[in-house]
């Protein structure tokens, strides 16, 4: 089993940065591919980005963050990181951590098995 905590989430203004962290517990934390996932007021939760499970794995981006996020993990600390650049007012969520054992249909929130509570995101315009 895995448990997720997510940190790092604030207020910022547009063209802004925030570095979003996740703490993982469990020795099996490598076997898990890794994805950031957003939920805004009345919307549903959406894809941001995912990491397959080594550190330096492959990363995959929803296209309106391409260019401007970046996933990384460190195996040796637990660690999972969304590094989010350029931030525009639409970026504003909250965002979730979450690890996937299957390893495919990383992009479907449906796949993860275990998720963070959330770390609330505003970017004021």
């Known amino acids: 089993q895995v448990q997720l905590v997510e940190s790092g989430g604030g207020l910022v203004q547009a063209g802004g940065s925030l570095r979003l962290s996740c703490a993982a517990s469990?020795?099996?934390?490598?076997?898990?591919?890794m994805g950031w996932f957003r939920q805004a007021p009345g919307k549903e939760r959406e894809y941001v980005a995912y990491i397959t499970t080594w550190s330096g794995g492959r990363t995959y981006y929803a296209d309106s963050v391409k260019g401007r996020f970046t996933i990384s993990r460190d195996n040796a600390k637990n660690m999972v990181y969304l590094q989010m650049n350029s931030l525009k007012p639409e970026d504003t969520a909250v965002y979730y951590c979450a690890a996937n054992s299957k390893l495919w249909g990383l992009a479907q929130a449906r796949e993860y098995d275990y998720w963070g509570q959330g770390t609330q995101v505003t970017v004021s315009s």
């Open positions: 469990g020795r099996t934390f490598s076997s898990y591919a």
